[in-house]
């Protein structure tokens, strides 16, 4: 399978995501029962909580992505790819979820909102009751902004990992083919030092032939006289 890489093994990390899915699905549930109770309270921390975690698990499908890609077989490759997009099909289905639950609940504060004004003018304390769900209103857009800062982080630090890996993986790809290079260099070199021993083999030869040939030549002559 596939080796260590940033925070565990794929298996690891796998295994992380769909722990996280499970609190995230669990604290859904939760908001909704909230929502449909009778008071149809809110809880801030608990949807901030679950957004983080939503944020987290698409962090870790970018790291699975780039794990699931290393391994060497195909069978593996495709059944580890199905596996994480599951894995994401499922956190951008949490997601969807979270966002309609924060856009029912805006609308059911401003709703509230809108009575307690109506409710004010009509009996003279409609500062008190304002003044309540402006707090609250505060309080849920401090929520959002903290969830959406770090919602940003997450996605920067998944694009310097991302960016990371990538460079590691030029550097290993140059590496590779330096050594290539290197190795073709010496296999040249080798061929070129037989070469030049050949060719002053073959001068060698050429020369005695010569001076064998003119000797010959000479003692011809001299026999025929």
């Known amino acids: 399978m596939a080796g260590m890489e940033g925070g ?10 769909r722990k996280l899915l499970l609190r995230a699905r669990d604290g859904i549930e939760r908001l909704e029962r909230f929502e449909s109770s009778v008071s149809g309270t809110d809880s801030p921390e608990l949807s901030f909580a679950v957004k983080k975690d939503i944020s987290q698990i698409h962090s870790l499908c970018a ?31 949490l997601k969807d979820s979270l966002d309609k639950y924060s856009m029912r609940n805006q609308r059911r504060m401003l709703e509230a909102k809108e009575r307690a004004e109506l409710l004010g003018r009509a009996n003279g304390e409609s500062a008190h009751v304002l003044r309540i769900f402006d707090e609250e ?10 969830s959406r800062m770090l919602q940003e982080s997450f996605e920067t630090g998944t694009a310097i990992l991302s960016k990371y890996a990538e460079q590691r993986d030029r550097l290993k790809r ?3 083919k330096a050594l290539d290079v290197l190795n073709t260099v ?19 030869i050429k020369y005695v ?11 011809f002559w001299k026999w025929t006289r």
Do not use: C, H
């Not at 093994?9 to 992380?16: A, F, I, K, R």
């Not at 209103?137 to 903290?146: D, T, Y």
């Not at 010496?186 to 060698?204: A, F, K």
């Not at 032939?209 to 003692?219: A, E, K, N, R």
């Open 8 to 17: 565990g093994t794929l298996s690891e990390v796998y295994q992380s995501a």
């Open 186 to 204: 010496g296999l040249s070199n080798s061929v070129l030092r037989l070469i030049e021993r050949r060719n002053r083999v073959d001068t060698w």
């Open 63 to 93: 790291d699975m992505d780039r794990l699931w890609r290393s391994i060497p077989a195909k069978s593996q490759r495709d059944l580890w790819k199905r596996k994480v997009e599951q894995v994401a099909e499922e956190a951008d289905s």
């Open 174 to 176: 140059a590496q590779r």
């Open 209 to 219: 032939g010569m001076v064998l040939t003119v000797v010959i030549v000479y003692f």
């Open 137 to 146: 209103a505060q309080a849920m857009q401090s929520v959002r902004n903290s």
